[in-house]
């Protein structure tokens, strides 16, 4: 009936409102993975975790365990919520995102390590992996590349920092200087050439 009288009408609602609509939705399901991880406190965890370690033994950090922990209730909570089967899955992988993103954060604000430390950090990356890997369908390691890619950084050369930084926009430029003060605190780097990269990063 409106197509006869005015078209503009249906043309307008569609590119408002229905196109909007999976953006919306994908807003919300992200909202509510957030909300229901319960995992803010983490970040705190894992920046004062011991990472001045002279040796890597085969023990990973007990953040770790508390992490697959509260990611396991969540599973739980998302099983028994009266949700969908995709939409859990999706709220699943969201899940992983939040738990990467808070283990880069989480990394970034560490303010002393020792090269075995930085091991650790990887050691601990391995165990999470293979511990959420038990929680959900999609392949894990994908989802968590993003954090081996920035423990890796730690072992760039120094001349290499600002390509590094222009290449990986994913991390905010918080996360990038956190990485590259560490990198320098532990390396040794002149004031003069940490000011210089942070400055060409700025």
Known sequence: MLLQNNAAIVEDFYAHLVDAVPDLTEHIHRTTARLLLHINGYVDRIANAKWEVKELGLEHN???DLLLGEFKHYRTRLAHG???????????????????????????RVKK???EGRALM?????VLINGLQHFVSANVKPKLQIVEIFIKAY????????HWARAHPEYS????????????TVRGWKR???LEVLEKIE
């Open 122 to 126: 990887s050691l601990d990356l391995q």
């Open 155 to 162: 072992y760039l050369p120094e001349t290499e920092y600002v």
């Open 192 to 194: 003069k050439t940490r």
């Open 113 to 115: 390590c020792t090269d």
């Open 173 to 184: 430029k918080n996360q990038i200087v956190g990485l590259i003060n560490l990198v320098a």
């Open 62 to 64: 007990g953040y770790v």
């Open 82 to 108: 009266g949700i969908h089967k995709e939409v859990q899955d999706l709220l699943l992988e969201y899940g992983l995102e939040n738990v990467a993103e808070t283990l880069i954060e989480g990394l970034s």
